[in-house]
């Protein structure tokens, strides 16, 4: 429900943080989400719109790059 990827019902992943490209804001670790267009999403990234790749551990998308659901590096822009 409510777009969730994932539950992480036992004790091994839920202690664990979500993956590159998806996030989390549960201080539970009990849900992770897809990363939102237009955002890079690292690991462990705790936005779904981060900013700030030390605090949020992902950033917006730079520009000359395309970023699209669920990215963990960005891709470049075709010439």
Request: net charge negative; proline share 13%.
């Amino acid at each position: 429900p409510n777009k969730t990827l994932a539950y992480l019902y036992s004790f091994e992943t839920a202690c664990e943080a979500c993956p590159a490209g998806f996030y989390g804001t549960d201080p539970e670790r009990l849900e992770c989400y897809p990363g939102t267009p237009g955002y890079v999403f690292l690991g462990a990234t705790t936005s779904a719109n981060p900013t700030n790749v030390t605090t949020q551990n992902g950033y917006i998308c730079p520009k000359g790059y395309y970023c699209p659901k669920q990215t963990s590096t960005p891709f470049v822009c075709p010439a």
